[in-house]
């Protein structure tokens, strides 16, 4: 076995046929089927399932597909790390974040990038925190944005802010509607929020829970735009941080009250991997990362009150 014949397996499975990943590859086909058929008869067991329309992986084809990927993650890791050891201006970083933050960082971090590493490519790979993560630990992302993330043998865990969440309501019919709520008050309201081990259910969960209380469910909904839409008909609260409601387009046609006494936040981090080292131009990503997330999600923070001051 060798990387050439992971790679050529690789493609097979994610094209799903031998004629378009011999395209793809710009090798014969004849030449592709013989190197994968060496592999199934190294592994002793078929890594396909051939038919008429092309190919579906086997089980075990399944599992040896997320070998594969990262063990090709690591061997281009490190040829770029070795390639870059000078200056770490260059090279190629797969960052994870939580879908309600892409809207919001994910341009602002490509054009810091084009700036201030222009010679570096960025990818993005977006899902739940706790998912997020599970990518982290196998090499498939090399870093991640997280909500209450916590470090541990397997994470290096670096606070960025703390995110606060509200009280999305649909919108006001009359002048009576209070302006905040109390933690314990949001006990009472019928939640459209995610399932879980999603961040926002957790820490939901785990405050009320602080001071004896139950959340209340109305339905269990990932997408943000589908919660702020349901709440805007009626259908029940949200309680989401002011950047995922403002990625919704219906963001303007629902309240947004703050939950009070005590303020409910949760902790977003800057994750990465104890196992893997820190070249310098993962170094220098990080940091623009940091900086960059900073900047753009402590806009949309609220601004703590003034103090009055005695003339």
Known sequence: MDLKQLEYFRHVAELGSFTNAAAFLSVGQPTLSRQIADLEIEFGQDLFDRNGRGVVLTQAGSQLLEHTRGILMQVGRARQELETTRSGDAGHITLGLPSSLGNVVTVPLVKAFAKALPKSRLAFSEGLSAYILERLSVGRIDCALAYNATGSDDFDVAPLLEDQLFLI????????????????????????????????????????SGIGKKIQIAHEVECIAAIVDLVRQGHGFGVLSLNAVKSSPWAAQVQIKPILSPTLTFPLSLVTSTRRPKSAFMRKALSLISK????????????PPRRRTRT
């Open 169 to 208: 309501a649909p919108a006001a019919r009359s002048k009576k509607s209070p302006a905040s709520i109390s933690l314990a008050e949001l006990a009472d309201y019928p939640l459209v929020i995610p399932g879980r081990p999603h961040a926002n259910r957790m820490t939901v969960e785990h405050a009320l």
């Open 292 to 303: 960059v997330v900073r900047e753009e999600i402590g806009q949309n923070l609220p601004k």
